[in-house]
């Protein structure tokens, strides 16, 4: 299995508060992606790193930001959590643009 | 309408059947891949293919890229296989990422 790891895997938390989620991985994959899946809809991108502190927006990044400070970690923050946020949140991390993709264990997000 | 249509959006099935799941897209891409999703559980990548037909075990995955077109197949399929199948294309253009279909959930019955 590919080395990623996503903590944590369950979050409670209230309208309002700040959270982040971390994405770790040990394969020196140069490109990580955050995906958020919703019933009814394909895993949809929320944002991506192609490289340390080189970041991009994805379909649905609006209430989110992410942080790139080493090539292992990938930080997802929600600066102040929604209802609408409440969803399943997967990393994942790609040699480059024309391999395999790798996915994490996903960590369920509710918002209350 | 999405780039990424998968069908059946589910199937059930006895044991041992032949399974097919199909996925039509819509545009231009290098790549296509075939992902597994158990309940509750994480992703895993099954499959990556930009031609012909790959085979892995009881499954295979064949795409015709003329028409724009996937198969997963399952042969002697067992209940183990009931999960969700996930079909995702990467686009060939702008900054390559994958789109995602829906899902198909299959059961397999003892």
């Known amino acids: 299995d590919a080395g990623i790891t996503q903590s944590p895997r369950h979050k409670v938390t209230e309208t309002g508060t700040p959270v982040t989620l971390r994405c770790h991985q040990t394969?020196?994959?140069?490109?990580m992606y955050w995906y958020r899946q919703d019933p009814g809809h394909g895993l949809r991108l929320i944002h991506y790193?192609?490289?340390?502190?080189?970041?991009d927006k994805g379909e649905v990044s609006d209430g989110y930001s992410v942080s790139r400070s080493k090539t292992e970690d990938f930080l997802l923050t929600l600066e102040s959590a929604t209802s609408s946020q409440t969803s399943v949140y997967f990393c994942?991390?790609?040699?480059?643009?024309?391999?395999?993709?790798?996915f994490g264990q996903g960590t369920r997000l509710t918002v209350v | 309408k999405n780039e990424v249509e998968q069908s059946p959006q589910n199937l059930t099935a006895q044991e041992g059947e032949f399974i097919t799941i199909n996925c039509s897209y819509s545009?231009?891409?290098?790549?296509l891949h075939w992902l597994q999703q158990h309940p509750g559980g994480g992703i895993v990548s099954l499959f990556m293919?930009?031609?012909g037909k790959k085979k892995h075990g009881r499954l295979i995955a064949t795409i015709n890229i003329q028409e724009k077109h996937s198969s997963l197949h399952i042969t002697a399929s067992h209940p183990r296989d009931s999960a969700v199948y996930i079909c995702?294309?990467?686009?060939?253009?702008?900054?390559?990422?994958?789109?995602f279909g829906t899902g198909t959930r299959l059961t397999i019955i003892p």
């Open positions: 293919l930009s031609s």
């Open positions: 545009v231009g891409i290098s790549a």
């Open positions: 790193s192609y490289g340390v502190k080189d970041t």
């Open positions: 994942a991390i790609t040699r480059d643009t024309h391999t395999e993709a790798f």
């Open positions: 394969e020196n994959h140069r490109y």
């Open positions: 995702a294309v990467r686009s060939n253009f702008g900054n390559e990422k994958l789109t």
